[in-house]
């Protein structure tokens, strides 16, 4: 399996521990040079040490071009990813890292924008705020977390011109100070867009809240950075045939379609293998997925016409394949 990786190589310039359990890095090209250029939702692949590829959102403004910076938020269930950055990654090492994707971008037409950042889904939100901020537009920005001493970045927002714009809201604190999902987004407006990332509960809670107040799906962005663990569960063995071939390859119980192809020589670039990054997706022509992502809108699970195979399986006997 691949990782996709541009084979950018950067060094990192600074670490900052910017909250319990967070630290930021900061990315500088190792040749000294500027590095691509990416817009406001962005995120990097980072080649992990130890061998693992995971995802990391920008955090700072898209108008620098100097360096990229990213936060990690130590999982005590890490895989290796987290635990990698935090326990072996020093000032002055090099990593390498793909150019800038955007699976989360700003709709650039909204009259009004509500960000929504839950713990560490704090840095894609934090890069728009900037962006928003930088051209004038109308937004709102709520951050949400356990504690003041789990905010990450919580003095760089104090000090921003858009501070005013920001409210906190701790798990912890004062019952006046939480915040009131119903409330909030029980009048949705025309022209209003609503940025959600942080954890998958607090996603979900937003999402559905949103919905239930007539929030439509153009006015929903959201970014997950994590399948729910029972989501990667297997199942019952099923098939997948080749379109181009016709080959045919059996997907095992508890065997992903990645890996099944994969043994049978057939390669499928992937990187975060969670369902999340979209980097897998895969078209189908005959067959219904069962879907396991986190990638994917209602609407386009429910046009059954792609999947993610590194994470979804099958509710037909067979699927076939777009490869």
Same mark, same amino acid.
């Given at each position: 399996m691949t990782s996709g990786l541009g084979g950018l190589k950067v060094r990192v310039a600074a670490r900052h521990d910017e909250a319990v359990d967070i630290c930021s890095f900061e990315l500088v090209r190792a040749n000294g040079g500027p590095l691509p250029a990416f817009s406001a939702g962005s995120h990097i692949d980072v080649a992990v040490p130890g061998g693992l590829t995971r995802q990391y959102s920008l955090c700072n403004a898209p108008n620098e071009s100097h360096r990229y910076q990213i936060s990690v938020l130590r999982d005590p269930k890490s895989r290796g990813g987290s635990a990698g950055m935090h326990e072996r990654v020093r000032i002055g090492d090099e990593l390498t890292i793909s150019? @800038? *994707?955007n699976n989360f971008p700003l709709a650039h037409e909204a009259r009004h924008s509500?960000?929504?950042?839950?713990?560490?889904?704090v840095m894609p939100i934090l890069?728009?705020?900037e962006r928003l901020a930088a051209t004038g537009a109308s937004f709102d920005m709520r951050y949400c977390t356990r504690s003041r001493?789990?905010?990450a970045f919580a003095e760089r927002i104090a000090q921003a011109?858009?501070?005013?714009?920001?409210?906190?809201h701790f798990d912890d604190g004062d019952h006046d100070q939480k915040l009131d999902l119903a409330a909030l987004l029980a009048r949705?407006?025309?022209?209003?867009?609503?940025?959600?990332?942080? @954890? *998958?509960?607090?996603?979900?809670?937003v999402l559905s809240t949103a919905r239930e107040a007539g929030w439509t799906d153009e006015q929903l962005h959201y970014e997950f950075f994590a399948a729910d663990a029972r989501e990667m569960a297997g199942g019952e063995r099923f098939e997948v045939e080749i379109a181009s071939s016709g080959q045919v390859v059996v997907v095992g119980k508890d065997e992903s379609v990645v890996a099944a192809l994969a043994k049978a020589g057939i390669r499928i670039e992937t990187s975060c293998e969670q369902g999340v990054c979209g980097t897998c997706l895969t078209r189908v022509l005959t067959g219904e997925p069962e879907h396991f992502d986190a990638y994917l809108t209602p609407d386009e699970r429910a046009a059954n016409d792609q999947f993610l195979p590194c994470c979804s399986r099958s509710k037909s006997a067979r699927l076939v394949l777009d490869l």
């Open positions: 150019k @800038p *994707k509500l960000l929504l950042a839950g713990g560490i889904g890069c728009m705020a001493a789990r905010t011109r858009y501070a005013p714009r920001v409210q906190f949705p407006e025309a022209g209003t867009h609503l940025y959600v990332c942080g @954890p *998958k509960g607090f996603m979900d809670a």
